[in-house]
């Protein structure tokens, strides 16, 4: 049996992802209730979260409006460049019959949905963080000017 074959159908990884992309999303307004102290604690679970995805992915993930907009460039940039691969690779098939060569191309494709899968994840673990660190200062703001 290959690791192709042990790993989870790529069906559970966008699954997984869509529920990642809703606990984000219910954790952002439910912070938006919270008290302070409720607030700065989720965060810190948020930031644990975000450093042992940074470590299971290699990635180097900081905090601040200038790595925000580099990592999201960085993220369009992948993706792009995965949409000209994918395109490529379409054109190549329309030329390429070969039945063994398909099982190969099914590969690639799998590979390719699995890291944009991987970097769909980061993007939302550290939208997640960065949203729950907005409430938190936006929470610092209000309290600074009472």
Known sequence: MTDRQISR???EKLADLSQRAKAAEDAFAAARADTKQAVDAKLEQARASVEQLKQKLQQDMSA????????????????AK?????????????QEF????????????EDEATAAIADATGAI????FAALYAV???????????
């Open 136 to 146: 938190a200062a936006r929470r610092d703001a209000d309290s600074a000017t009472e």
């Open 9 to 11: 159908p790529i069906s």
């Open 98 to 109: 070969a039945v063994d060569r398909a099982a190969i191309r099914a590969d690639v494709a």
């Open 125 to 128: 673990e550290y939208a997640r």
């Open 64 to 79: 601040g409006a200038a790595s925000v907009q580099a990592e999201w460039q960085d993220v369009q940039g992948r993706i």
């Open 82 to 94: 995965r949409v000209d691969k994918i395109k490529a690779d379409v054109a190549a098939r329309k």
